[in-house]
């Protein structure tokens, strides 16, 4: 089955995208499901979740954190304890993997190879310790970054995701992650990623056509 583990809509508060729309797409697409990660919230998310019960698609919610070392993609957290730190600044990468570890949530780095000013991993991801996987294939990247990702992922023999970190409808699903161990929740996720039971790539069902 393949989700888009990265997904926005304008509760990040930085793009105008509505659930619904994300969701239909998403369905038109043929994706088994997709992972909203909205920016430092976990709790921003939940009305969309209520909008995709209705629409019959199954979604999951996860937090995209802006660390000092990079963008970091968190799942399993259930509420938004998990941030001691406040909001619009860049958190301690070390310290938030420890809390999220602690929650029995797992860390992604989220693009680890796109430059985005002085807080971006690049070739740092490889010292990083407490990552359970590398999103390999984002959809906003460029093919050379996600190669470089997809490499530094075997290198550290972690398991790849993709994802599309869509802001508008054409983008969703650009890329997605190929489970292949039913995923029904956010325990089955989180189990599937553990065990290596999943691929990020570039999902084969993707148009840019509405």
């Known amino acids: ?45 939940a009305p969309v979740e209520a ?7 199954l979604l999951l919610r996860g937090v995209e954190i802006a660390t000092d070392r990079g963008h970091l993609l968190a799942y399993g957290v259930e509420d938004d304890a998990w941030n001691i730190w406040g909001r619009d600044h860049w958190l301690p990468m070390e310290e938030v993997i420890e809390r999220l ?47 470089l990702a997809i490499h530094a992922a075997k290198h550290m023999v972690l398991p790849g995701l993709g ?22 929740n956010m325990a089955d996720f989180i189990g599937a990623v553990r065990a290596g039971n999943c691929l990020g790539g570039y999902y084969p069902g993707y148009s840019m056509e509405p």
């Not at 508008?168 to 997605?176: F, L, N, S, T």
């Open 101 to 147: 570890q602690k929650l029995g949530a797992i860390c992604v780095p989220a693009h680890p190879f796109r430059e985005v000013g002085v807080c971006c991993l690049l070739e740092r991801l490889l010292d990083v310790v407490g990552l359970d996987a590398v999103e390999t294939h984002n959809g906003n990247n460029q093919d050379t970054d996600n190669d």
């Open 163 to 184: 994802g599309s970190d869509c802001h508008k409808v054409p983008a969703v699903g650009r890329c997605a992650t190929e489970f292949f161990q039913p995923v029904s």
């Open 51 to 57: 909008i995709a019960q209705g629409e019959g698609l």
């Open 1 to 45: 089955m393949w989700i888009d583990t990265h997904c926005h809509t304008k509760y990040s508060y930085d793009n105008w995208l509505e659930p619904v729309a994300l969701i239909r797409r998403a369905k038109a697409l043929g994706l088994d499901g997709i992972v909203i990660t909205e920016h430092y919230s976990y709790e921003a998310s």
